[in-house]
C-alpha cells in the first residue's frame, strides 16, 4: 500500500499529494516551497495549535526517540510554511517532539498550503485515523469536525471511512453524564457498555445502570437487558435525584430537563430565593460544545 493510501481518503485528499510528493525526495533548502519534501530545522518549526491531543505518554515518546536515534526519522512530519525559514506542524508532532528528545536538528518533512480551518481538519483527521484514541477523544474530534469545520455527518464519515450510523454512535456518547464520559475514556466501561445504557434517556437513570454496571461487572449483554428491563419497568428504578436545601418537584424537572438539554449532568441547588445551577464540561472541547448550545 502506497503512503498515501494510508493516509486515509480524507486527510489524502486535504493534503492534495503531488506527483513531486511520491518520488520522495529530499532537499535541504532554507525556505522549502509547497509541495515538496525538505530538511527542516527543528527550531524553524513551531507546534500546531489545533493539535486535538494535549498529552502525550513521556515512556512512549523516550521509545521513540531511541528508535530515531538508530533509524532516523522514517515517515516525514507534515508542516505548512508561514513564512520564510518559518513553519508551522501539521501532523507528526509525537516525531517532532521525539526528534528533539533524540538531540536532531533538523527532519524530514512535508510543506503544504493550509489555512486554519485546513490545518484543524487535517489534524483532527490525521489524529483519528493514526492515533490510539479512546471512545470520548474520538467523539470529541467528530465533534469538532462537525462545529469547526461545518461538516455534515455523511461528509464527516466520507473524511475519515466510516458511514453515518458509526459517526452517530460516536457522537451520541457525548450526551451521557460525565462520569460516564469519564469512566468510558479510562476504559472503566466498553463502548458496547456505553452505547447501551445511552439508550435511556433520564441522566440518573444512566447513572443508575453504570453505577451497577461497574459495581457488578456486567457483560454488554447483561447491561442491554437491565436497560430493556427498565424501560419496560421490569427493573428496579434508581431514587429520584434531589436539587439541594429548599428543592420541590420543579426544580428537580428543571434539573432533569436542563442535563438532557446539555447532554451532561447539571446540578441546581436552591433555598427557595436564590439558587445556582452548574453545568460540569470535561474538556476545552465539552465546553466549546456547550457554549455553541448557549450560542454564546
Not at 143 to 171: A, F, M, P, W
Not at 185 to 206: F, L, V, Y
Not at 237 to 242: A, G, H, L, R, V
Amino acid at each position: 500500500m502506497s503512503k498515501k493510501k494510508a493516509l486515509g481518503r480524507g486527510l489524502s485528499a486535504l493534503l492534495s499529494d503531488s506527483p513531486e510528493d511520491e518520488k520522495l525526495e529530499v532537499e535541504v533548502t532554507s525556505s522549502a516551497p509547497s509541495g515538496s519534501i525538505n530538511e527542516i530545522a527543528l527550531s524553524e518549526i513551531e507546534v500546531n495549535p489545533f493539535q486535538p491531543r494535549q498529552h502525550f505518554d513521556a515512556e512512549a515518546l523516550r521509545e521513540l526517540a531511541d528508535s530515531i536515534k538508530v533509524h532516523g526519522i522514517i515517515q516525514p512530519i507534515t508542516v505548512r510554511r508561514l513564512a520564510r525559514n518559518q513553519y508551522q506542524l501539521i501532523s507528526g508532532e509525537r516525531r517532532f517532539q521525539a526528534s528533539k528528545l533524540a538531540g536532531l536538528t533538523s527532519v524530514p518533512a512535508y510543506v503544504r498550503s493550509a489555512d486554519d480551518q485546513q490545518m484543524l481538519e487535517m489534524a483532527l483527521i490525521e489524529n483519528i485515523q493514526r492515533e490510539n484514541l479512546n471512545p470520548i477523544e474520538v467523539a470529541l474530534s467528530y465533534q469538532r469536525l462537525i462545529s469547526e469545520c461545518h461538516l455534515k455527518q455523511e461528509e464527516l464519515g466520507d473524511r475519515v471511512g466510516k458511514n453515518r450510523s458509526t459517526v452517530t454512535n460516536y457522537l451520541r456518547l457525548l450526551k451521557l453524564p460525565p462520569d460516564i464520559q469519564i469512566a468510558l475514556r479510562d476504559h472503566k466501561i466498553s463502548m458496547g457498555q456505553a452505547r447501551a445504557i445511552i439508550n435511556i434517556e433520564n441522566p440518573d437513570q444512566q447513572l443508575y445502570i453504570f453505577k451497577k454496571t461497574v459495581a457488578e461487572d456486567l457483560s454488554v449483554r447483561k447491561v442491554e437487558e437491565l436497560v430493556r428491563d427498565l424501560m419496560a419497568g421490569k427493573a428496579d428504578t434508581p431514587e429520584k435525584p434531589t436539587a439541594g436545601p429548599g428543592a420541590n418537584k420543579e426544580v428537580v424537572q428543571l434539573q432533569s430537563r436542563l442535563s438532557s438539554h446539555f447532554g451532561t449532568k447539571v446540578n441546581v441547588t436552591t433555598d427557595g430565593r436564590k439558587g445556582e445551577i452548574r453545568i460540569p464540561f470535561l474538556s476545552v472541547e465539552d465546553l466549546n460544545r456547550i457554549l455553541d448550545i448557549l450560542k454564546v
